[in-house]
């Protein structure tokens, strides 16, 4: 499992294991754990860096609807995964 590194908005170092990633309509989708084992609290991170950006820019999906789709989504790909909203 990758382990990667984020900066926060306050300039924090933030370690995450990505899980998973996926494509939707275009927009790239990180499923991360902070932990490798057992019950890891997830997040499920959106890309909203701009096309011609060298660096990605992750954030915090927090809308109901879209993290109801992404979650279902990442579920069936993991298979024996189960993520609660």
């Known amino acids: 499992m990758e382990k990667i590194t984020f900066m926060s908005e306050d ?9 998973e990633q ?3 309509n275009g927009v790239s989708y990180i499923l991360v754990a902070d932990s490798e084992e057992g019950d890891a609290e997830c997040l499920i991170l959106k890309d909203t860096s701009e096309n ?4 990605s820019v992750y954030r915090i999906v927090e809308n109901d609807v879209e993290l109801a ?5 990442f579920e069936e790909l993991l298979e024996d995964v189960e993520i609660e909203r």
């Open 52 to 55: 011609q950006s060298t660096e």
């Open 22 to 24: 996926t494509k939707i």
């Open 11 to 19: 300039m924090q170092e933030v370690e995450f294991f990505v899980l």
């Open 69 to 73: 789709a992404v979650s279902k989504v």
